[in-house]
């Protein structure tokens, strides 16, 4: 999946870009967590001399197995992160001294998002990933039955 920005000879001012997100995303990332998604992600872009401010959202779903029954679960995810990207030269001598928002990057061509969308959508995932009660599959919940003291 290409969540690339490229970046080069790009104009100052406000750019928008709209990636689309699925299973193969995170099957890149040997992730065993997501096994599909559909996720839409807009990224609004204000670029400046040496700082660039990215304004994403993520909107969809993800589907991951339900930590009672294993059955596929969809858990919505709904995401808006602000950062910013410095570029090197202007400001790169106080890097260490940034603020958590900028990450600082060296000069490059183009921005990959793909590493950022995957560490937003996997954050946002809640800790313990359930069915409502009632809704986890009956046949694995009998079988629990026998297990469980």
């Given amino acids: 999946m290409n969540c690339r920005i490229d970046i080069k000879g790009l104009a100052n ?3 928008h870009y709209g990636f689309h997100i699925d299973g193969a995303f995170f099957e890149a990332y040997e992730n065993d967590t997501i ?4 996720l839409s992600v807009e990224v609004d872009l204000l670029k400046e001399a040496g700082l660039m401010t990215v304004m994403m959202g993520i909107d969809g779903t993800v589907v991951v197995p339900c930590d009672r029954c294993l059955a596929d679960l969809s858990l919505p995810v709904k995401i808006g992160q602000k950062f910013s990207v410095r570029f090197g030269g ?5 890097a260490e001294e940034a603020d958590d928002e900028i990450q600082v990057r060296g000069d490059g061509a183009e921005i990959d998002l ?5 560490d937003y959508v996997c954050t946002a995932l809640p800790i313990r990933k359930v069915h409502e009660d009632g809704k986890c599959d009956p046949e694995m919940m009998e079988k629990m039955k ?3 003291f």
């Fill in 114 to 118: 793909s590493q950022v969308i995957y």
């Fill in 90 to 94: 202007a400001g790169m001598e106080n």
């Fill in 146 to 148: 026998d297990i469980i």
């Fill in 35 to 38: 096994g599909d998604a559909d």
């Fill in 13 to 15: 001012g406000k750019h």
